[in-house]
């Protein structure tokens, strides 16, 4: 079978209520995200009164966990409406000081405001219909800290994509949805097409989407580009062998750099 087509703006439409129910053995897996915060604030030492933005953060699940340890100043911003209006109402009903903003990461509405870190987080990078637009997610990053403030990013590893990542997958979820993916690898890409199907609904999606993957290497180019410093990258350790297969979010790379 050939590679489908892929739309360039593809993650303008995915992450919705389907995507909340699809990818929620990650999404909304309390302890997942729990251990991941862990290693966000031991890998930038963060402090309780730093400003820190949660780039493509979604409906906030690290922003949330942040601000119930105590952290006040933190700040979501993603493209989703959905998303965003979920983590809005999670933040007021457990009254929690998380501000949720609208926007592209390639462009982003915050001119006059800078933090002390910015997350970019479980794979939220690599949407770009070119390098040049994963640059510019990058670059606006760099403008945006302050000067010694520090970036951390999640991706996929592309050695784990390659030689480990099904080309065939599905599970059920709990709502009694069907999840079929078909993944496809390329020199530069994973593709992936997304087939869900309800027991009473029918086909409920049907959507190709593309992660761009970067190796060690090329991701330095980049971030070095934008005008970061003091690079580390480093494998995340694997989740529990027992837990289901999350496709490229079960082994990723975390990288470190500084402005």
Not at 15 to 24: G, K, R
Not at 103 to 116: K, T
Request: with cysteine.
């Amino acid at each position: 079978m050939d590679i489908p087509p892929v739309a360039p703006d593809w993650w303008r439409t995915l992450f919705d209520d389907v995507y909340l129910e699809t990818d929620a053995r990650s999404v909304l897996n309390g302890e997942l995200t729990r251990r991941e915060v862990d290693g966000v604030i031991k890998a930038l030492e963060l402090k309780a009164q730093e400003a820190i933005l949660d780039l493509c953060g979604g409906h906030g699940r690290h922003a949330l966990e942040l601000a119930r340890r105590g952290y006040q100043k933190v700040s979501v911003l993603d493209f989703s409406l959905p998303l965003l209006s979920l983590g809005l109402d999670q933040a007021r009903g457990q009254g929690l000081p998380v501000r949720f903003i609208r926007g592209d990461a390639r462009n982003l509405p915050l001119a006059g405001e800078r933090f002390d870190a910015v997350l970019c987080l479980a794979n939220s990078f690599g949407y770009g219909a070119t390098r040049e637009e994963d640059l510019e997610i990058l670059r606006e990053s760099c403008r945006l800290l302050r000067p010694g403030g520090r970036l951390f990013l999640e991706i996929a590893d592309p050695e784990f994509v390659r030689r480990q990542l099904p080309a065939q997958s599905w599970h059920e979820t709990p709502q009694g949805m069907v999840v079929c993916r078909r993944r496809w690898i390329t020199a530069e890409h994973l593709v992936c097409r997304e087939l869900v199907l309800s027991r009473t609904r029918g086909l409920v999606r049907d959507h190709t989407y593309r992660l761009r993957l970067y190796g060690p290497e090329k991701l330095s180019a980049c971030l070095t580009a934008a005008g970061f410093s003091r690079l580390r990258i480093a494998s995340l350790p694997e989740g529990d062998a027992n837990q289901p297969e999350r496709g490229s979010l079960s082994r990723r790379l975390a990288v470190t750099a500084w402005k």
